[in-house]
């Protein structure tokens, strides 16, 4: 039970999630539409197939020193929140509060509507007619300022989260046997597309070594790390349910560390199916890679087939999504610096029901304003700020609480934590060089949280 303020006045959360469950929420929010997406990107900087390769083990072993790091401290405190425990123990609750802020209004509900959004372009595939406009809402968000669109396929969008968050308040064993089922099917559908691409002999390893213009040198290296880490992002969420896994001490490290492992291992043997198929260019020219890989080897139908593992990918990581990332601002309302009701927990399916559609309508919106995706740009610098903040709590933690009890210890401490820290330092710096103006507006709308920090700072000194 999160040690929140007015806890023991309600019903807890519920160790209701086993080790698969735990496993499934790493794997199926991680794999979501990333891996069908960014190699067109990461070509594009680096602009050769090999050094793109290379670029997914680097991710891969950074994601892997993330997890590893996350072990200890998911062990020690097992409790609702993840990230927002961890700062909070560290470094105190106001960069708690910051965390769980940039959760709540941008990270994970802008996360969500991206899925969501992406769902529906996906479906529309299938059916042209959910890109039909519907309606207008007369503020100037839409086109060159104009009126917001709205289309069939955001009102679809809209309705498959608002279907998930009743799903997942009705018991985490429920969600979580959702998120089983449709990453075990969503896994099976991706290893079929790289048995399919590396054993169709249709391909060649001379394409490994093909290339196209880019970029290129450290800025390229850099530039196509960032996207592969996008690819990568999730394997954390994890924790944010720590409070409702059963036996934490030991399935949450275990957790972790299989699930980015199982991640790191599809994202090579996807990668290495397609660059075995497709040259560089032909990769730097295709939206959908996956999709288009396909097309080669099965024609129109292997595309298809692409779009719907595509669907049950992005589908798996919306609800990975709800699921964990919802339970950041309950983390936060216990602690007293959010709205009371968001703590609440059901009294007869032991969720935290108020924050999971507290944070699914708040998403909901975001995909109906369709600014979410120039959102989601803005908080990536100090998203990788908190993230770097999180991994370096295990070196404070050893100094600042030694008696904690730690189940688990970080694999290779110090060095593990000490080189993800660096890396994120690196990929600040690169992000701040590319993208200046995005990074000091995610600065600013993060700030713009410190007044209801203070507030209800104030509130809970009463």
Request: charged share 10%; with cysteine; aromatic share 10%.
């Amino acid at each position: 039970m999160t040690a929140g303020r007015g806890a023991e006045s309600q019903p807890s959360l519920k160790r209701d999630l086993g080790l698969w469950g735990a496993v499934s929420i790493v794997i199926g929010t991680v794999i979501g539409s990333g891996i069908f997406l960014v190699p067109k990107t990461m070509i594009g900087w680096t602009g050769s197939s090999l050094e793109v390769l290379v670029v997914w083990v680097v991710g891969g072993m950074l994601s892997m020193f993330g997890a590893l790091t996350y072990a200890e401290l998911a062990a020690a405190m097992p409790e609702a929140g993840g990230e927002y425990v961890y700062l909070r123990e560290a470094y105190g609750p106001f960069w708690a509060f910051v965390y769980g802020w940039t959760q709540m209004w941008v990270a994970k509900s802008g996360s969500i509507a991206t899925l969501a959004t992406g769902f529906f372009y996906y479906l529309a595939n299938f059916r042209p007619e959910l890109e039909r406009l519907v309606g207008t809402i007369p503020i100037p968000l839409g086109p060159g300022g104009g009126p917001l669109e709205v289309r069939a396929g955001q009102l679809l969008a809209i309705g498959v989260i608002l279907a998930l968050a009743v799903v997942n308040c009705f018991g985490v064993k429920i969600g979580g046997g959702v998120q089983i089922a449709v990453t075990v099917v969503k896994v099976t559908l991706i290893g079929a597309v790289i048995v399919i691409g590396l054993g169709c002999g249709l391909g060649s390893t001379a394409n490994f070594h093909s290339s196209v213009a880019a970029t290129g040198g450290m800025a390229g290296f850099f530039g196509a790390l960032v996207a592969a880490l996008w690819a990568y992002d999730g394997w954390n969420n994890v924790s944010m349910v720590s409070s409702e896994i059963k036996d934490p001490r030991k399935n949450l490290p275990r957790a972790l560390i299989l699930g980015t492992l199982a991640v790191v291992i599809v994202y090579l043997l996807t990668n290495l199916a397609y660059f075995y198929v497709l040259r560089a260019a032909d990769v730097a020219a295709s939206d959908r890679v996956a999709a288009e890989m396909m097309r080669r080897i099965l024609g129109r139908g292997g595309a298809a087939a692409v779009s719907i593992a595509a669907m049950i990918s992005i589908f798996a990581a919306l609800n990975g999504s709800i699921l964990s990332g919802s339970r950041v601002p309950y983390a936060m309302a216990a602690d007293g610096y959010f709205f009371r009701a968001v703590a609440r927990v059901h009294p007869v399916h032991r969720t935290p029901s108020v924050s999971i559609l507290a944070m699914s309508a708040w998403a909901a919106v975001l995909v109906l304003s369709g600014r979410f995706e120039q959102l989601f740009t803005y908080v990536i610098f100090a998203s990788w700020i908190l993230y770097g903040m999180a991994t370096a709590s295990v070196l404070v933690l050893r100094r600042k609480r030694p008696e904690l009890v730690r189940p688990y210890r970080t694999l290779g401490y110090p060095v593990v934590p000490v080189l993800f820290v660096v890396a994120a330092a690196c990929i600040l710096v690169s992000t701040l060089r590319n993208s200046p103006r995005e990074s000091l507006l995610g600065l600013g709308i993060i700030a713009a949280g410190a007044p209801f920090y203070f507030h209800w700072k104030r509130r809970n000194s009463l």
